[in-house]
C-alpha cells in the first residue's frame, strides 16, 4: 500500500484560549497602541518586554512591528550608516539582506559550510570588510558561537543575531540571542510564538536599546517602558534617531503572554518530531542528515537534508513523487524563487558575488516545516514517505532530464 500524508504544512496550532480571553479583553479596553495606557498600567507590550527580558537574561526588550523591522533598527542603532558594508550569513531569508537594505547598507555574504551555518573560515577572510555581522541562524542551526564571537571580537566586529528561528534555543547553555550586542526575534505566524506579525529585540546596552526605542517610534513616551533603559539614557539622543513608526500594539502582546510561558514545552515538542525523522530517515539511501554539535540545544521547529550528489531533474522528480504522496518540500537549490525558498543569488539588489561553497550546499539542500499540528505518529508517517521515495529513485538507472 503506498501511504499518503494528508496534514498542511502551514497549519499552526491556534492561539491557546488564553491568549484569546486576554485579546478580547484589549479590545473591551479600547487601548490597543502600547502607549493608550490607564494611570498605573504597565499595558501587555511592557508586560511582555519584561517577560522576555526575564526569558532570554537580558537587561533590556523592546517588542516591535516584525522580525524585520527588529533587524533594521538594531543595525541603525548600532551605528551603520549608508554605505556601509555588513557581514551576514549567504544562507538566510529575504527579510535579512532585506533589513541590510533598508537602512541603506549593503551585505557581505559569507559562505556557507554543510552544517548549513556560517562558514567561520571564509568569515574570518571577510570579517575586515565591515564593523557589524548581522548573524542569522536559519532554520535554527547555530555555528560554534565560541570561535564566532572570537574572529568578530579580535576585529572590532559588533555582531546581532538573527534569531527568528533559534528563540528558545541555545548555544552552550547561552540563549540564542545573548552573544552579541543585540538578538532579534519574529513573532511572525510561522516562528516560534505567533501574533500574526510581530518582533522582540533584547540587548545589555542602556544607549544601544534607548536609540532603538527612539527609532521604534516612541513619541518621546519612552517612561513608559518598563523592559528599556531608565529615562535619563535618552538625554543626548533624541534629536539623532528618526522615527520608524514600528511599534508592537497591547493585541498582538497580549496574544504573545500566554504563549511565552508555554514556549519551552512547544520547543520540546518540536524537538522531539524533528528527532521522529531524523531516525526516520538515518541510513536512507542518497540522503545526507544535518550533522547536531551537542553545544547546539536546537528548536527543531523544521527539517532540512540534502540530497548531496543528485543531478537537479532527479531532486525535481523527487520532489514530485514526495508532494504526490502529500509531503510538501521546499528546495533552496531551485533556480527559482518559490514561495519563502529565496537564495542570495535571487537578490538582485544585493549584487551578490559567487559563492561556489554556498551553491554546492544548497544545490541539494531539500526543507520542510514542522507545525505542531503534527503529531509524532504524522512525522513517522512523513518519514516513511520521504525514504520510500529516495529508495525508488536509488533502484532506478540514471536517465536525463
Ligand atoms: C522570518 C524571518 C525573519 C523575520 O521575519 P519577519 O517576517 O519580518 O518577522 C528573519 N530572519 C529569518 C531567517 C526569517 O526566517
Not at 572570537?150 to 541555545?170: L, R, Y
Not at 533552496?332 to 544585493?350: C, K, L, V
Request: hydrophobic fraction near 45%; aromatic fraction near 6%; include cysteine.
Amino acid at each position: 500500500m503506498t501511504e499518503v500524508f494528508t496534514g498542511s504544512f502551514t497549519q499552526q496550532l491556534p492561539i491557546p484560549e488564553d491568549a484569546i480571553e486576554a485579546a478580547v479583553e484589549v479590545m473591551r479596553s479600547g487601548r490597543l497602541h502600547r502607549y493608550n495606557l490607564a494611570p498605573g498600567e504597565t499595558g501587555a507590550v511592557g508586560a511582555l518586554e519584561q517577560a522576555f527580558a526575564a526569558k532570554t537574561g537580558a537587561q533590556y526588550c523592546l517588542a516591535v512591528a516584525s522580525g524585520g523591522q527588529a533587524m533594521a533598527i538594531c543595525l541603525r542603532a548600532a551605528g551603520v550608516e549608508p554605505g556601509d558594508a555588513v557581514l551576514s550569513n549567504a544562507f538566510t531569508l529575504a527579510p535579512v539582506p532585506g533589513a541590510i537594505a533598508a537602512v541603506g547598507a549593503r551585505p557581505v555574504f559569507v559562505e556557507t559550510t554543510e552544517a548549513l551555518t556560517i562558514d567561520l573560515d571564509d568569515l574570518a577572510a571577510k570579517v575586515g570588510q565591515a564593523r557589524v555581522l548581522l548573524l542569522s541562524h536559519m532554520r535554527g542551526h547555530i555555528c560554534d558561537m565560541d570561535r564566532l564571537m572570537a574572529i568578530c571580537e579580535s576585529a572590532g566586529v559588533t555582531v546581532i543575531e538573527d534569531c527568528a528561528h533559534t528563540m528558545g534555543a541555545a548555544w552552550r547553555g547561552t540563549p540564542s540571542g545573548r552573544h552579541g550586542l543585540a538578538g532579534c526575534y519574529s513573532t511572525q505566524t510561522y516562528k516560534h510564538m505567533n501574533s500574526g506579525e510581530g518582533g522582540l529585540i533584547v540587548s545589555d546596552s542602556a544607549e544601544f536599546m534607548a536609540r532603538a526605542t527612539l527609532l521604534s517610534g516612541s513619541y518621546m513616551l519612552f517612561d513608559r517602558h518598563p523592559g528599556g533603559p531608565p529615562p535619563q539614557v535618552y538625554a543626548d539622543l533624541t534629536g539623532e534617531m528618526p522615527n520608524m513608526s514600528a511599534r508592537m500594539d497591547h493585541l498582538r502582546a497580549a496574544i504573545l503572554l500566554p504563549q511565552l510561558a508555554r514556549l519551552d514545552d512547544d520547543c520540546a515538542a518540536w524537538t522531539d518530531r524533528y528527532r521522529v525523522l531524523e531516525a526516520g530517515l538515518a541510513d536512507a539511501p542518497g540522503v545526507v542528515l544535518i550533522p547536531r554539535p551537542a553545544e547546539e540545544a536546537f528548536v527543531g521547529s523544521s527539517f532540512q537534508f540534502r540530497l548531496a550528489d543528485w543531478p537537479a531533474h532527479a531532486i525535481r522528480a523527487y520532489l514530485e513523487r514526495c508532494a504526490a504522496r502529500g509531503v510538501e518540500l521546499k528546495w533552496f537549490g531551485d533556480s527559482a524563487p518559490h514561495g519563502f525558498t529565496s537564495t542570495y543569488a535571487h537578490w538582485r539588489f544585493a549584487v551578490p558575488p559567487s559563492l561556489p561553497q554556498t551553491d554546492q550546499v544548497l544545490a541539494g539542500l531539500i526543507d520542510m516545516r514542522l507545525p505542531l499540528t503534527f503529531d509524532l505518529e504524522d512525522c513517522a508517517l512523513i518519514a516513511r514517505i520521504l525514504r520510500s521515495e529516495t529508495e525508488i529513485r536509488s533502484a532506478q538507472p540514471e536517465t536525463a532530464a
